[in-house]
């Protein structure tokens, strides 16, 4: 894959957890404030004041997630990206931290 490649690929699951997460702030009890600065998307629970970092690391051509359960690594592998310890997908992962930090029920 090249940046270029990479780049796109990673803006498009940035843009995606921030469109998911603003539709779910506004249908469900999810209270929760993302800010975007370049490849950083921060997620805050407004109840808890606890976060999750997602960001993309374009030299490792990986997106990483730093949430309270820990740090993740995850590589685009096809059309998905997978952590690169276990396996796990990506969103399905996120999805569970989310959800376990915001205290509300959330699929993306």
């Known amino acids: 894959m090249t940046e270029s490649e990479f780049l796109v690929a ?3 699951a940035l843009s995606k957890i921030e469109t998911a997460l603003e539709n779910a ?3 469900t009890d999810l209270d929760v404030e993302c800010s975007r600065s370049g490849n950083v998307l921060e997620i805050e629970f407004v109840d808890n004041g606890s976060k999750i970092i997602v960001n993309s690391q374009a ?3 990986e997106l990483w997630i730093a949430a309270k359960s820990g740090g993740f690594h995850y590589k685009q592998r096809g059309n998905i990206w997978v952590n690169t310890r ?3 997908e990506f969103f399905a992962a996120l ?3 989310i959800s376990a930090q ?3 029920p ?3």
Do not use: C, H, K, R
């Open 10 to 12: 990673a803006e498009a």
């Open 25 to 27: 702030a506004d249908q």
């Open 59 to 61: 030299p490792m051509q």
């Open 86 to 88: 276990d396996g796990s």
């Open 95 to 97: 999805s569970g931290m």
């Open 102 to 104: 915001g205290g509300v």
């Open 106 to 108: 959330l699929t993306l």
